[in-house]
């Protein structure tokens, strides 16, 4: 067996377990309900964008095949988290226990949102990892800032096509939606240029820790090549 694929990075487990968290998280904070004078968001909003900026860093210094294994991973470690959720708060609890509502809340994911998300997820993540890829080969590796903000344009752009007309259809009115996709991924975005300082350090560190910075040349992008490396 190849030596090279024997290895592991640590620096790679560390942001896959953070990508993992995060998501979970954002399942959890996605219960409530927050408000910016006329704009209407959930708290997941806090952690979610976290994920897209992980996902830019492995993309820029592993490349696509490892983002790729990373979403999968991503996508069975919160698909996991939401079932036993559903499980636990289908077993009915103690006649002493006087939680069961707001238990209900936080894990009773309706099936429809529950898909809705993890649909919008991967397509909205792989959306993200391919234009990082390609934009990174285009210009040689040049621009990064470019390519992160507008990876997450289209990237969260696609999370939002899906998720809302999916999760929310008929329950919100169909005319809201357009305004409501549009300030998910501004806002989003704008939270991805806020911290790109740190971001392009943390890009910086993880290439010179790791001596990684692979360019996508000649790979699949197919997204079930999941043990692809």
């Keep these: 067996m190849d030596k090279d694929r024997q290895k592991v990075s640590v620096l790679f487990m560390l942001f896959g377990t953070l990508f993992c968290v995060c998501l979970i998280t954002a399942n959890v904070?996605?219960?409530?309900?927050?408000?910016?004078?006329p704009i209407n968001l959930t708290a997941g909003i806090i952690v979610f964008p976290v994920s897209y900026i992980i996902n830019d860093v492995v993309?820029?210094?592993?490349?696509?095949?490892?983002?790729?294994?990373?979403?999968?991973?991503?996508f069975a470690m919160n698909f996991f988290f939401?079932?036993?959720?559903?499980?636990?708060?289908?077993?009915?609890?103690?006649d002493y226990w006087d939680g069961d509502e707001g238990f209900h809340v936080i894990f009773g994911l309706a099936p429809r949102i529950a898909m809705a998300s993890f649909i919008a997820f991967i397509a909205g993540s792989f959306t993200n990892a391919y234009i990082m890829s390609r934009m990174k080969l285009n210009s040689n590796g040049k621009n990064f800032s470019a390519r992160a903000v507008l990876s997450t344009v289209f990237g969260e752009g696609v999370d939002s096509i899906i998720f809302f007309p999916l999760a929310l259809g008929g329950v919100i009115p169909w005319e809201e939606m357009p305004s409501l996709m549009i300030s998910q991924v501004t806002l989003?975005?704008?939270?991805?240029?806020?911290?790109?300082?740190?971001?392009?350090?943390?890009?910086?560190?993880?290439?010179a820790h790791d001596h990684e910075d692979v360019?996508?040349?000649?790979?699949?992008?197919?997204?079930?090549?999941?043990?692809?490396l």
């Design 29 to 37: 904070l996605e219960t409530k309900q927050l408000s910016f004078g």
């Design 59 to 74: 993309c820029e210094v592993w490349g696509y095949r490892r983002t790729r294994m990373l979403i999968w991973m991503g």
């Design 82 to 94: 939401v079932l036993m959720g559903a499980i636990a708060d289908w077993i009915p609890g103690a």
């Design 188 to 207: 989003k975005t704008l939270y991805e240029i806020a911290v790109l300082p740190v971001t392009i350090r943390v890009v910086a560190f993880t290439k």
């Design 215 to 228: 360019f996508d040349r000649d790979i699949s992008y197919n997204i079930f090549k999941i043990l692809k």
